[in-house]
């Protein structure tokens, strides 16, 4: 089991920046998937990003306009969030796979969420 910390969440308008940062507590952090995913109110969790072994991928809605690294040595991931729009308003969820996967049931492990709101 990895344990996750997400931070970095905020209020942003439309057209601005923010950086989520997850911090994990994990031995041979190096060896798992990293991911990113968001849920919206009223909507099912969603992929946004994911990394492994330096292969990344997107959902279409992002790519872009995220980017998504992974610091082996400090046991981080981050993706940074550019050109953000209103529809990308979610809680973000940090999460963890033994493989490179996209959907939700291949992570065992998650954050508790950190909130971006963006204003239009």
């Known amino acids: 089991q990895v344990q996750l910390v997400e931070s970095g969440g905020g209020l942003v308008q439309a057209g601005g920046s923010l950086r989520l940062s997850c911090a994990a507590s994990?031995?041979?952090?190096?060896?798992?998937?990293m991911s990113w995913f968001r849920q919206a109110p009223g909507k099912e969790r969603e992929f946004v990003a994911v990394?492994?072994?330096?292969?990344?991928r997107y959902a279409d809605s992002v790519a872009g306009r995220f980017t998504i690294s992974r610091d082996n040595d400090a046991n981080t991931v981050s993706l940074q969030m550019n050109s953000l729009k209103p529809e990308d308003t979610a809680v973000y969820y940090c999460?963890?796979?033994?493989?490179?996967?996209?959907?939700?049931?291949?992570?065992?492990?998650w954050g508790q969420g950190t909130q971006v709101t963006v204003s239009s």
């Open positions: 994990v031995r041979a952090f190096s060896n798992y998937a």
């Open positions: 999460a963890a796979s033994s493989y490179l996967a996209t959907t939700p049931t291949a992570f065992h492990s």
């Open positions: 990394i492994m072994y330096g292969c990344t």
